[in-house]
């Protein structure tokens, strides 16, 4: 199984990757029994389907499978699910918005370039994993106090290059814990992204170029047609 630490795939790559989608309903996390919620800042989807975090039915059962896998290694310690579906609507405020932020600071950057920067930061909507449904933000809870194992950095720092899995100067027990996390993912089949500590993805564009799979199972859903069932 390929696991090795890899460099963020870019957008040129991702957007050549086909889709041949699954029609899959997608599943509460709550309903899982996984300890899940949104995290400042990334709270957009939260008042939308009454605080549920959104996952397809496949990476659900994943999901149970990494948990089970989790609390064999500790039975203290837990997953939690900070992120799962997001809109493709606000995606694109997303990007736009970095979009900006970046081209104001850059403004010699060609297009090609400045597409490349910002996807770095937020992915481009065409080739996004979390409006597919497919892509996770999780980090590791312990139980006995509700702490998030240290990981180097908090979720979301986006700005701090030692969010990425290749940084150097952090200590050790936090890489520890970023590769428990890593490798809990990887073992079910999930796809790290490793521009993000917390960043994982089944069946979208990335999944299908870090696996080299010929093409993506999970094309992106808007709000509108989501199916959601209750019980897997």
């Known amino acids: 199984m390929k696991n090795s630490i890899q460099p963020p795939l870019s957008y040129q790559i991702l957007k050549t990757v086909p889709v041949y989608s699954k029609n899959e309903p997608f599943v509460s996390v709550s309903d899982l029994g996984i300890p899940n919620g949104y995290i ?15 996952v397809r039915m496949t990476v659900a059962l994943m999901l149970k499978k990494a948990q089970n896998y989790c609390t064999n290694i500790n039975k203290n310690w ?3 699910l900070t992120y799962g579906y997001r809109s493709p609507s606000i995606q694109k405020k997303l990007f736009k918005k ?11 950057l060609r297009r090609k370039e400045l597409y490349e920067k910002t996807h770095a930061i937020i992915a481009v909507p065409a080739v996004a994993g979390h409006p597919t ?3 996770i933000d999780i980090c590791l809870l312990n139980q006995n106090d509700n ?9 979301y720092d986006f ?8 940084f150097k100067n952090i200590q050790k027990q936090d890489m520890k814990n970023r590769l428990l996390l890593r490798n809990i993912l990887v073992s079910v089949g999930f796809a790290p992204f490793d521009g993000e500590w917390w960043h994982f993805s089944y ?25 959601i069932i209750k019980r897997l």
Do not use: C, H
Request: no cysteine; net charge positive.
């Open 40 to 54: 400042f800042p990334m709270v957009d989807m939260k008042p939308l389907f009454k605080k549920n975090i959104l």
């Open 78 to 80: 837990s997953l939690f």
């Open 98 to 108: 970095e979009w900006n932020r970046i081209k104001i600071l850059n403004p010699n």
């Open 133 to 135: 449904g497919g892509a």
């Open 147 to 155: 702490t998030f194992l240290s990981m180097g950095t908090p979720i």
């Open 159 to 166: 700005q701090n290059p030692a969010i990425s899995m290749d």
């Open 203 to 227: 069946g979208d564009k990335e999944w299908a170029a870090y696996y080299q799979k010929q093409f993506a199972v999970y094309q992106q859903v808007d709000i509108t047609d989501i199916k």
